[in-house]
């Protein structure tokens, strides 16, 4: 499910809501839906390349090669939601060449060594300037971010407002990486959990002190569906193959009620569900990865004109029809918040967007580095 508040609701951008939150589907996709599902899908085809050496530590090599980026209209698969998804397609031939990824979602105690080293200060943590919100009163603008917080009792998930999201989320002043559910609380104990509340100047910050990057969309779809063509999964067809957890998503009733059948209610220690077939954790659910992409409900219209494209970095420019105005990143890989109930995107071809001075506590990121 991705919400985004109007501009009135937050006072401006990181006041406002842009997230993308995905279900958790249920049971396995029969045989039907998965043909259907893969029709428009061509073969990946990885380059020959070897990897250039050893890899960086906590990096995996992703070879590079062609394959068939986007999705399938997800409504004719079991769970697969109400939302048609449409900004995945068509479905269309991409070219990369070949890159390193981290094997997981950047960590709390990865984040915390580089403001160690830099003394850097988060989005979240920035008071807000008064220039940028004219007419706000000065005890108004304190730093926060945005919180996920379920409501007592069950709740209309949409309504003619479109603001049905602001009943399970808030800003919340004092919440921050370093705070992530509120001043009260911290990441002690939590060093291997994914940092979040990152903006996008966040994540390209860490990103350019690691001598990493930010992946672009297609890297990041590459990269996730691990040498495979058209899955419906990082790891294959089934939700949950022989009755394992894959990845961390919602269970119970959305979003009121979370059973933690998959053993986390919140967020997951990375690395805790299988690796796809590049060696890569976490590329389904647990937190939203910010990609390099400029959003654009178009972008793959666009793109499937051009022919096979060796390496698209994206559009030029942001635009979100729901909120003109706002620049938007392209988010991917869904959270622990998803449910079929309201967002089928942990599905691995679907796309997200979020805000880019927006941070939750359902938003990370992982990096990648150039050969």
């Known amino acids: 499910m991705r919400a985004a508040a109007t501009t009135g609701r937050w006072g401006k951008s990181r006041r406002r809501l842009a997230v993308a939150f995905v279900p958790g589907l249920a049971l396995g996709i029969v045989t039907a839906a998965r043909e259907t599902l893969a029709a428009g899908f061509e073969p990946t085809v990885p380059a020959a390349a070897a990897a250039p050496g050893d890899p960086p ?58 403001v160690t080293a830099t003394g850097y200060v988060t989005v979240a943590e920035r008071p807000p300037r008064a220039e940028d919100f004219p007419g706000a009163p000065p005890e108004n603008l304190v730093a926060g971010s945005i919180v996920f917080a379920p409501p007592a009792e069950a709740v209309p998930l949409r309504d003619d407002s479109g603001a049905a999201h602001l009943r399970w ?13 509120g001043p009260a609380s911290s990441t002690e104990g939590r060093d291997r959990e994914p940092v979040v509340h990152v903006a996008y100047a966040d994540a ?15 890297e990041w779809e590459f990269a996730a569906r691990g ?25 119970g009733r959305f979003p009121v009620e979370n059973t933690a059948a998959d053993g986390f209610a919140g967020l997951a220690p990375v690395g805790r569900y299988p690796a796809n077939g590049y060696g890569l954790f976490d ?15 178009d972008t793959y219209a666009r793109a499937a004109r051009r022919g096979v494209v060796l390496d698209p970095a994206g559009p030029a420019d942001s635009f979100d029809p729901q909120e003109p105005g706002q620049p938007k990143r392209v988010q991917r890989g869904g959270s622990y918040l998803c449910s079929d109930q309201y967002c089928s995107r942990y599905i691995v071809g679907t796309r997200g967007k979020g805000e880019v001075s927006s941070g939750t506590n359902h938003i990370g990121f992982r990096c990648v580095k150039d050969p």
């Open 57 to 114: 530590a906590g990096m995996a090599w992703i070879p590079g090669g062609e394959f068939s980026l986007g999705c399938a209209d997800p409504r004719r698969l079991p769970f697969g939601g109400s939302d048609p998804m449409a900004d995945a397609r068509p479905i269309h031939r991409v070219k990369l060449s070949g890159f390193w990824s981290d094997v997981h979602e950047v960590t709390n105690a990865q984040f915390a060594a580089f």
């Open 204 to 218: 390209e910050a860490y990103a350019a002190w690691a001598g990493k990057r930010l992946p672009t969309e297609a």
């Open 227 to 251: 040498g495979r063509s058209g899955a419906v999964y990082p790891w294959g067809d089934e939700f949950r193959p022989q009755g394992n957890w894959m990845a961390n998503t919602w269970q």
């Open 283 to 297: 590329m389904s659910g647990n937190v939203w990865e910010w990609c390099s992409d400029w959003y654009r409900p």
């Open 169 to 181: 989320w808030s800003y919340l002043p004092g919440a921050s990486w370093k705070h992530p559910t």
